[in-house]
Antibody, heavy 121, light 107 residues
Framework: EVQLVESGGGLVQPGGSLRLSCAASGFTFSTYWMHWVRQAPGKGLVWVSRINSDGSSTSYADSVKGRFTISRDNAKNTVFLQMNSLRAEDTAVYYC??????????????WGQGTLVTVSS | DIQMTQSPSSLSASVGDRVIITCRASHTIGRNLNWYQQKPGKAPKLLICAASSLQGGVPSRFSGSVSGTDFTLTISSLQPEDFATYYCQHSYSAPWTFGQGTKVEIK
């Protein structure tokens, strides 16, 4: 069974940093693209970032480009989201997610339960 | 970036009603469009990928179609468990974008 478990969320001051982790199990992690999606309280879904299976290719939403960095450790079946220069508008539940099939970036078939990031003074 | 315009933003319907939700892409995206269902406090669930391919375990009352850059999610006979928020999302190229969401409420 595919499992994605996020951690690392919490309260951080504006301008601060936070590193989210997503531990994966139940599938061959090293062959799947991984994604981060966020949802501000009461708002819609926003795709944040993705990374390919070997970590050589990354993409970001314009709203986080230059501030967030996605990475992965295939030996530990974990994907990370390093978030710097945080703003109030980054407050959201952050989900990690992955595709239905290996080797492609096409959909978000599997999701974690999410971790809440609150940016406030 | 490709924008997804989803409508309506909300609707009220009764059990047994036929419900149609649409998404329009700002550029051609082929069939690279997915639909998700989200219930309060839960992660989204993939319903349909590649515009019309029903995910395993999803009831057949859900269907998807495409005409050019217009995509449609149809629920043929609304059931009590279908009251939720629905999102479209394109996967044509990065950055991916979601539609604004459609909240389906009980009439």
């Amino acid at each position: 069974e595919v499992q994605l478990v996020e951690s690392g969320g919490g309260l951080v001051q504006p301008g601060g940093s936070l590193r989210l982790s997503c531990a994966a199990s139940g599938f061959t992690f090293s062959t799947y693209w991984m994604h981060w999606v966020r949802q501000a309280p009461g708002k819609g879904l926003v795709w944040v970032s993705r990374i390919n299976s070997d970590g050589s290719s990354t993409s970001y939403a314009d709203s986080v480009k230059g501030r967030f960095t996605i990475s992965r450790d295939n030996a530990k079946n974990t994907v990370f989201l390093q978030m710097n220069s945080l703003r109030a508008e980054d407050t959201a539940v952050y989900y990690c997610a992955t595709d239905k099939d290996p080797g492609i970036a096409d959909n978000l078939a599997y999701w974690g339960q999410g971790t809440l990031v609150t940016v406030s003074s | 970036d490709i924008q997804m315009t989803q409508s309506p933003s909300s609707l009220s319907a009764s059990v047994g009603d036929r419900v149609i939700i649409t998404c329009r892409a700002s550029h051609t995206i082929g069939r690279n469009l997915n639909w998700y269902q989200q219930k309060p406090g839960k992660a989204p669930k993939l319903l349909i990928c590649a515009a019309s391919s029903l995910q395993g375990g999803v009831p057949s009352r859900f269907s998807g179609s495409v005409s050019g850059t217009d995509f449609t999610l149809t629920i043929s006979s609304l059931q009590p468990e279908d009251f939720a928020t629905y999102y479209c999302q394109h996967s044509y190229s990065a950055p991916w974008t979601f539609g604004q969401g459609t909240k389906v409420e009980i009439k």
